[in-house]
């Protein structure tokens, strides 16, 4: 396993792939409150758009089974049109490897539906071919509760870290201090952070718009 899989990742090194988040894959998902998938989901996506991280978007047997991109995703990359496959392994595709090779990254953010398939294949498939995987696991979902954490632990042997997309989010801000992302990072967690997006809406209106959002 390469060194750098241990460091934390940054804007400028990094490109997220979103596989397979369309309607007949979600109404499949068992492991993870379907809501709360998309509410991660949508998220990632909008964490990588404010940071300008490239992006993939694919999807299978859109026009004849699965359905589109969901529009919680898709809205936030209006201008990026998903690879749609017949393929089970994205990695199988030509033009999915092509728009992966055209990012000009060796690290990827991946999450995918469902993560016992369209996770699995791919991620390993792409371990073996020498590029460094982060897993979103709470932007992934299985058939199962089993089905999706051994999926993940079968994904980690082989040397993917997992991630949440939160984890995401913050890791690529780090610091406070850089006020080109501040405000667009804060409003992202008021709309999709849960708690942690209520207290910062609690301490600043509280504490006013100085108000530490570390927590400390």
Known sequence: MSEKIHSLIKPDEIALVLIDHQPQMLFGV???????????????A?????????TVLTTVAASSFSGPLLPQVQSVFPDIVPVDRTSMNSWDDANFKKAIEATGCKRFVIAALWTEVCLVMPVIEMLEAGYEIYIVTDASGGTS???????????????????????????????????ETYEAVIGLCKEHAGAYGAGIFYAKSMLGEHANESGQ
């Open 145 to 179: 509760l089993d089905a999706h954490e051994r999926s993940i632990q079968r994904l980690i042997q082989a040397g993917a870290v997992p991630v949440v997309w939160l984890q995401v989010l913050l890791e690529l801000q780090r610091d406070w201090a850089r006020t």
């Open 46 to 54: 909008k964490a990588a758009k404010i940071f300008n991280v490239p």
């Open 30 to 44: 068992q492991s993870i409150d379907r809501q709360t998938l998309i509410n991660n989901t949508a998220g990632l």
